[in-house]
């Protein structure tokens, strides 16, 4: 029986998923610098997932394991920063749905926050987020950015556990 040309390797498909990772951050990169749009906190933690689930894809491609449990294993692997960012998305789509009145004011800005508070305190400070996460500057088909962030990181995480887990 012919192998079919159609189905994908599972070092192509951690290869597309790694692919579509840095096209979305190098998008973000594109937006900041040639529109302006300059990222608030919630933003560059998003960006900082796509980073780290680039990452396990990148890794998982270019090791490629032969056995079902090492490619299940990188499809839970990706499941962590996917999931992080789905979260830390879904908070900022949130923040932006809010009506003005119950906005967070803005706070400081990302730099002086690591400089005075420990990690911890920092992280908890971001996620919880502010003023400047609730403006929605741009938006695509009716999605805002981060909308779109929610989007892609679902995606990404059923393309991780499809890959992982598809039979083979």
Request: charged share 10%; hydrophobic share 50%.
């Amino acid at each position: 029986m012919q192998p079919n040309p159609f189905r994908w390797s599972y070092r192509s498909q951690f290869l597309l998923g790694f692919l579509a990772c840095a096209g979305l951050i190098g998008f973000a990169i594109f937006s900041q610098f040639q529109w302006g749009l300059i990222p608030c906190p919630l933003c560059i933690f998003q960006r900082i997932a796509f980073a780290a689930l680039g990452l396990v894809f990148l890794i998982g491609a270019l090791h490629g394991p032969k056995g079902v449990r090492g490619r299940r294993l990188y499809g839970l692997l990706a499941l962590i920063p996917a999931g992080v960012g789905t979260y830390i998305a879904g908070k900022h789509v949130w923040l932006t749905t809010l009506p003005p009145d119950q906005v967070p004011e803005c706070g400081p800005p990302l730099g002086f926050i690591w400089e005075t508070n420990s990690f911890t305190q920092t992280i908890s400070k971001v996620l919880n987020g502010s003023g400047e996460c609730a403006k929605v500057d741009w938006d695509f088909l009716g999605l805002s950015m981060p909308a779109w962030s929610l989007v892609w990181f679902l995606l990404l995480a059923i393309w991780a556990v499809y890959a992982g887990y598809r039979s083979r």
